[in-house]
């Protein structure tokens, strides 16, 4: 057992918040993320966390206390981004809306856990007109659980924290009122630097930045059926591309170091475009729109766009457009998505191209998710520590389960289904699913098999 402050993550998904505060210095005690498929991607990533793979709907405080192993230890901070899929504001009660669940929830656990601190994250989207009124009910809601919210509340983008994408996000930083609340970060880079300056230490990583030294996926058939492809080694030329290559001394931060193959190029599957689109995206001019796609092609000297995760199968199984490469006639690999987004290459996702482009685009950056979690350590007043052992990654099985698999693997049922298109069956709304779910496990125990690891880091 160490001393590392304990985390919870909650509607985990691939794992980006746990990534980012596991590079701070938190040990990720538990996850929860109702998705098999996402769940059993976490677990390979973070071989040493229990993965709960279920609703956090009924999942109380005590359960996660057991499933982790972690018994009567402090629990420093619950974080989370619960599903965003169109908040009720109807009534004054908002959050006593069965539309609205998930948050409630989200309060209930970080207080039957006695957590010492919570982030909670979501789309800017709740700070805009209507949607203020859930924010401030929200905010309401922690107060009477006894926990004190940073005020005025923030939304941060992450192009100002390292990361070459513009993405923004609603962040609620807060403590158990007898602790001190935890500040937001100051931003570390910019886009905006004076032509004069020498110094571009903190200038913001560029799309070049980022993907310059990862070969073209087009060059690989293996990559039409596969998503990886063992290469030989390559050099990064930029101290962005290093540092996912974790060749620098401190890639990897606070967080423990994984054993990986970094001659293998993953998350790379080729996409079959027609030479008509092909024509059409090298005829378009970086840092444009291409007219008939609506594409967006990536600019060399730029930053990204808000990379998008699409819909789940429960809403259509509509994959979000990735952005045109500014340097050849194809979208974006799921791997270049990852760069963009600030994950290391040792950072699996699922084989497909429409799971992992998911899992990227549903994630918080975990530059983004560390610089806030490095000032939770700072409130709690935490010495980060840096893990010397190596961990193993899990299996590769993990990286390619369809769902019906995936759910047999947690001895769950399949939480989503597949929209009936011909029908035109309505869409299932996300507290619909959870709620499915949570008729089915009803009689209160997670129903999954555990998969911990032994001689965990706890």
């Given at each position: 057992m160490n001393n590392r402050p304990i985390?919870?993550?909650?509607?985990?998904g691939a794992g980006g918040m746990s990534l980012g505060f596991e590079q701070a210095g938190f040990d990720i005690a538990c996850a929860v993320e109702i998705d098999p498929i996402h769940a059993a991607v976490h677990h390979f990533n973070?071989?040493?966390?229990?993965?709960?793979?279920?609703?956090?709907?009924?999942?109380?405080?005590?359960?996660?206390?057991?499933?982790?192993?972690?018994?009567?230890?402090?629990?420093?901070?619950?974080?989370?981004?619960?599903?965003c899929q169109g908040f009720s504001l109807i009534g004054q009660r908002m959050l006593e809306d069965p539309r609205n669940h998930l948050a409630r929830e989200f309060v209930r656990i970080v207080a039957e856990l006695n957590a010492k601190t919570f982030v909670f994250e979501n789309v800017k989207g709740l700070t805009i007109g209507k949607h203020?009124?859930?924010?401030?009910?929200?905010?309401?809601?922690?107060?009477?659980?006894?926990?004190?919210?940073?005020?005025?509340?923030?939304?941060?983008?992450?192009?100002?924290?390292?990361?070459?994408?513009?993405?923004?996000?609603?962040?609620?930083?807060?403590?158990?009122?007898?602790?001190?609340?935890?500040?937001?970060?100051?931003?570390?880079?910019?886009?905006?630097?004076d032509l004069f300056r020498t110094d571009e230490s903190d200038r913001t990583a560029t799309c070049a930045d980022a993907l310059s030294d990862l070969p073209d996926a087009d060059l690989f058939a293996e990559l039409m059926t596969s998503d990886a492809?063992?290469?030989?080694?390559?050099?990064?030329?930029?101290?962005?591309?290093?540092?996912?290559?974790?060749?620098?001394?401190?890639a990897w931060h606070f967080g423990y170091p994984r054993t990986w193959e970094s001659d293998v190029l993953t998350a790379s599957m080729r996409s079959a475009h027609t030479d008509i689109s092909r024509r059409r995206f090298a005829?378009?001019?970086?840092?444009?729109?291409?007219?008939?796609?609506?594409?967006?092609?990536?600019?060399?000297?730029?930053?990204?766009?808000?990379?998008?995760?699409?819909?789940?199968?429960?809403?259509?199984?509509?994959?979000?457009?990735?952005?045109?490469?500014?340097?050849?006639?194809?979208?974006?690999t799921v791997r270049e998505m990852a760069r963009l987004h600030g994950y290391p290459d040792w950072f699996r996702f699922h084989v497909t191209k429409w799971h992992g482009a998911?899992?990227?685009?549903?994630?918080?950056?975990?530059?983004?998710?560390?610089?806030?979690?490095?000032?939770?350590?700072?409130?709690?007043?935490?010495?980060?520590?840096?893990?010397?052992?190596?961990?193993?990654?899990?299996?590769?099985?993990?990286?390619s389960m369809a769902m019906g698999e995936a759910a047999e693997y947690w001895n769950v049922p399949v939480p989503i289904g597949r929209r009936d298109r011909k029908t035109g069956l309505r869409k299932r709304t996300q507290i619909e699913i959870e709620e499915s779910s949570r008729s089915q496990t009803r009689r209160g125990s997670c129903p999954r098999v555990s998969h911990r690891e032994t001689g965990t880091p706890l």
């Open positions: 985390g919870i993550d909650l509607f985990a973070f071989p040493h966390t229990e993965v709960l793979a279920r609703s956090v709907i009924g999942l109380g405080g005590e359960d996660i206390r057991v499933a982790s192993g972690i018994g009567r230890r402090s629990v420093d901070v619950v974080f989370g981004g619960p599903p203020r009124r859930f924010l401030d009910t929200l905010i309401e809601a922690f107060d009477a659980a006894g926990y004190a919210v940073r005020l005025p509340w923030k939304v941060l983008n992450a192009v100002n924290y390292g990361v070459p994408q513009h993405r923004e996000r609603l962040f609620l930083l807060g403590a158990r009122k007898n602790l001190r609340v935890p500040r937001y970060p100051e931003p570390t880079t910019t886009l905006d630097l492809v063992a290469l030989a080694r390559w050099k990064s030329s930029t101290a962005y591309a290093r540092a996912c290559r974790c060749a620098t001394k401190d005829a378009t001019r970086p840092g444009e729109v291409e007219p008939i796609s609506r594409f967006y092609k990536l600019d060399p000297d730029g930053v990204c766009n808000t990379l998008r995760a699409g819909t789940d199968s429960a809403r259509g199984a509509f994959t979000s457009p990735r952005p045109i490469h500014y340097a050849f006639p194809r979208c974006i998911r899992q990227v685009g549903n994630s918080v950056p975990p530059a983004l998710a560390r610089a806030i979690a490095s000032t939770l350590v700072e409130a709690l007043g935490v010495v980060p520590t840096r893990p010397i052992e190596p961990l193993a990654l899990g299996s590769p099985e993990l990286l």
